[in-house]
């Protein structure tokens, strides 16, 4: 009996052990998933699309961004966290032979309209002026809300633009361009501001790479159609509608988020894959210099979803602040200054307790002796003598 | 004559009292017709805070006073209200004084001319005669202090008000005969704003005319007072301007003041004619421009000398309203100063030709300049077009009012020489006409 007893105790403790390990696995994986959890370091996604045309043979342009937006849209972020400027009305405009519709491809096959577009910016609002107060929140206190990027410092902002551009601008409306340095001026307000986590740019236009080089901000990958001095080109006339359909950088771009679900792990590496020189006959290019993370380690819905990770667990995790991984975000000479408040902007005691305003600057001596001398001596003159003795 | 005197300079004080306590006060002390950058009230009291922060009130383009307004304010600046009326009640009580002594100067002349009998026979009408002329001071006065213009001018506590006093004084002391205060206190009003250098030829020939020195360009005893007179004035004025020396250890305002109305920078909308070509002039052509401009101040002195010898305090005032008409930064004070003496030419209104539409374009622009300024800045619905064709047709009647005025004088003086009735050589009834 003592054997079995032993034995017993020995395979007690053996399941014991075992239990323990595969609880501490459990713990572990359930503390990795929580590692996880919090890698990206965002809660929120913004996206602010932008077409910056108008007119009917620009057409493309609107279904490049409606594009987007549909894929933005179907990947979760709701219309109250998009920006939508769309610079012409394609889908009702009077030379559009199906109305109410704007197709992405070719023998209209894919209709990027609907009936649930919710455009924030339309026609002449689409301006450098209101984009630019849209990225940096300075913004009349009579904007609707949905006309405003409410983002904060935990959210993820994908910009999308598309239009005509060239080396160094972007053209709005056929009357006025924004700058790469406006643009870059516009984000670094952004992230003094603390409006964004971490911002994703877009751009599709002709010399597009022009327009990310003068970025300064950190946290900013910027993707574009082509590099300076070449031109985007536009992928399929559709001979029934009679215009382009489509951007090509676009139009693959959007083939490849077709395949992107809310729980795609593709990371921006195959993003940049997108569309090579064969297909797109300008080269894509990118700039991830500025952005603290790997592109490895960025997924697609980052940017491009508004994925809420939850995850149901029993378990309890401790979340102590020293989780790996999870680096601080400012960079350290930030960390070093006071915090920050709010300065006295008015001073009630000084006002309260007003003193007397002190007269600081008082007239020289001599000033003051040689002027009255003069006056005395013009007054004798003037009067004579004689008056001498009245005054004494 | 001192109660009704008296009685109009307390219902003057009582009017600028009352607007000083209303909210009036502070609409009419921003409008630009009132306040120009040369006499702001608002800039006085930054330069004498600049002054106070340790900084010299010239630096930068704000303050464009003289020295002696920042002394003269450095100690009187919390009574500013009281400050103004009490200079507009001295101006109007100088003037007062100064009618009254031309008056007297007026008759005395007209009685030798008579005794001479260098008028025409048929000119009885024509002759002042003390009655009519017993108001003309009090009504200067009353014209000068309840002048809209002056009021508004007091309630912006401009210091256009105190270049009016000092002028005042100056037309004072000129009339009174004493070369030496007349010549000091022209050297103080050039010292304030340079454009009264040109009433030194006026007063010139009202002393000469005063000591009975004939005018004539080789006399020698022209040349020798005249020789006095400018050195007297130009000693005055380097006195003075050294004087100011010594206030801030700096030549800091000669720029600051001279050099900003000679050149002209600022070109914030007024009712004077510079603003609006300066603001669409080329860089190049300016210089050009501003000289044409400055010139065209000073260019009618010598003319209207020549024609006028005879009368020289009507020169005066034919050049105040030049001055006040063409300078680079006119303000309503301006005007009140020249206005205030058309009565003393009440003798001429028969022969005015255009009183109904002067006063018609006189009101109605007016009225017009703060319209046309909402229009333009607050509405947005005219542009500066708008208000500069309010402040060309004002300075147009302006020169309309100057001009008319030189024509009847002229026209009385022929009268009185020729009579009446003029007839042509063969009997026939003859028109004057001015040439």
């Known amino acids: ?187 670094e307000q952004m992230w003094q501001k603390r409006r964004y986590n971490e911002l994703l740019f877009i751009i599709d236009t002709c010399q597009g790479a022009s327009m990310y080089e003068r970025f300064y901000s950190p946290n900013i990958m910027a993707l574009a159609s082509s590099q300076v001095g070449e031109d985007s080109l536009s992928h399929q006339p559709d001979l029934a509608i009679g215009v382009h359909l489509m951007d090509r950088y676009t139009f693959y771009v959007l083939e490849f988020l077709e395949e992107i679900h809310p729980a795609s792990q593709t990371n921006m590496n195959d993003l940049f894959q997108v569309c090579p020189k064969s297909l797109c006959v300008s080269t894509p290019g990118h700039r991830t210099d500025l952005f603290r993370r790997d592109p490895q380690s960025v997924l697609i819905t980052d940017f491009f979803g508004s994925v809420r990770k939850v995850e149901i667990t029993r378990e309890t995790i401790s979340l102590d602040r020293d989780i790996p991984g999870f680096e601080s975000k400012l960079p350290k000479d930030e960390l070093a200054t006071e915090p920050l408040k709010y300065a006295e902007q008015l001073p009630v005691a000084q006002i309260i307790h007003q003193k007397p305003k002190q007269k600081d600057w008082h007239p020289p001596g001599g000033f003051i002796l040689g002027l009255w001398a003069l006056i005395i001596i013009v007054f004798f003159k003037a009067y004579g003598i004689k008056h001498m003795k009245h005054v004494f | 004559m001192a109660a009704p005197l008296v009685l109009v300079v307390l219902v003057a004080v009582t009017v600028r009292a009352a607007l000083f306590r209303s909210s009036l006060a502070a609409f009419i002390s921003e409008r630009v017709e009132v306040s120009s950058p040369l006499n702001a009230w608002k800039r006085v009291v930054e330069g004498l805070a600049l002054l106070d922060l340790g900084v010299s009130p010239y630096s930068g383009a704000v303050f464009h006073e003289t020295p002696l307004i920042i002394y003269l304010f450095h100690f009187l600046i919390e009574y500013a209200e009281l400050v103004f009326m009490i200079t507009d009640v001295l101006t109007a009580v100088a003037l007062y004084l100064a009618i009254q002594e031309f008056n007297k100067v007026v008759f005395k002349k007209q009685k030798l001319l008579i005794k001479l009998d260098k008028y025409a026979p048929d000119v009885a009408e024509l002759i002042q005669t003390p009655m009519e002329m017993h108001y003309i001071p009090l009504k200067v006065a009353l014209c000068y202090l309840l002048n809209p213009y002056t009021v508004m001018s007091c309630v912006a506590k401009s210091t256009c008000a105190i270049n009016n006093t000092v002028i005042a004084f100056f037309i004072l002391a000129t009339i009174k005969g004493s070369a030496f205060l007349s010549t000091l206190f022209l050297a103080l009003a050039t010292y304030q704003s340079l454009y009264p250098l040109t009433l030194f030829a006026p007063a010139l020939l009202y002393l000469l005319q005063r000591q009975f020195i004939p005018i004539k360009l080789k006399s020698e005893s022209f040349q020798l007072y005249t020789m006095q007179y400018g050195a007297l004035y130009l000693c005055n004025l380097g ?197």
Not at chain 1, 157 to 182: A, C, P, R, W
Not at chain 2, 316 to 340: N, R
Not at chain 2, 351 to 372: A, D, E, K, Q, Y
Request: charged share 15%.
């Open chain 2, 239 to 435: 006195v003075i301007v050294c004087l100011s020396f010594f206030l801030l250890n700096s030549w800091d305002f000669i720029p600051s003041v001279y050099g900003f109305i000679l050149s002209v920078p600022d070109l914030t909308p007024n009712i004077g004619l510079f603003w609006y070509f300066f603001a669409e002039m080329f860089e190049h052509f300016s210089l050009f421009f501003v000289c044409v401009f400055q010139i065209n101040v000073f260019f009618y002195t010598i003319p209207l000398a020549i024609k006028l010898k005879e009368h020289p305090v009507f020169f005066m005032f034919v050049q105040m309203a030049i001055i006040s008409i063409f300078k680079s930064y006119p303000t309503v004070g301006d005007v009140a100063l020249y206005m205030a003496f058309l009565p003393v030419w009440n003798h001429l209104y028969r022969f005015l030709r255009n009183t109904f539409i002067l006063s018609c374009v006189l009101i109605v622009c007016s009225l017009l300049f703060p319209v046309l300024w909402h229009l333009w800045i607050y509405a947005g619905s005219a542009n500066s077009n708008f208000y500069y064709a309010i402040t060309l047709t004002f300075n147009v009647g302006q020169i309309l009012l100057v001009s008319d005025y030189f024509y009847a004088f002229l026209r009385r003086e022929y009268y009185l020489t020729h009579g009446l009735h003029l007839t042509r050589p063969d009997g026939t009834e003859a028109m004057l006409v001015l040439k």
């Open chain 1, 1 to 187: 009996m003592a054997a079995t007893e032993s034995g017993a105790s020995w395979v007690r403790a053996a399941a014991t052990l075992l239990l323990g390990c595969c609880g501490a696995a459990l713990t572990s994986s359930v503390q990795d998933q929580a590692e996880q959890f919090f890698r990206s370091g965002h809660t929120n996604n913004w996206a602010v699309l932008v077409c910056t045309s108008r007119f009917w043979f620009n057409y493309r342009h609107v279904a490049n961004t409606l594009s987007v937006y549909r894929s933005v849209k179907r990947l979760g972020i709701p219309d109250s966290h998009i920006v939508l400027m769309l610079a012409d009305d394609m889908a009702c405009n009077p030379r559009n032979p199906k109305p109410a519709t704007v197709f992405s491809h070719k023998n209209m096959e894919l209709n990027v309209y609907g009936d649930d577009v919710e455009v924030d910016y339309r026609s002449y609002e689409v301006t450098v002026e209101n984009f630019l107060r849209v990225l940096t929140g300075r913004i009349p206190p009579s904007t609707p809300r949905s006309k405003r990027l409410l983002s904060d410092d935990r959210s993820n902002i994908l910009i999308y633009m598309t239009g005509h551009g060239g080396n160094g601008f972007l053209k709005f409306q056929d009357s006025e361009e924004i700058t790469n340095v406006e643009l870059a001026d516009a984000f």
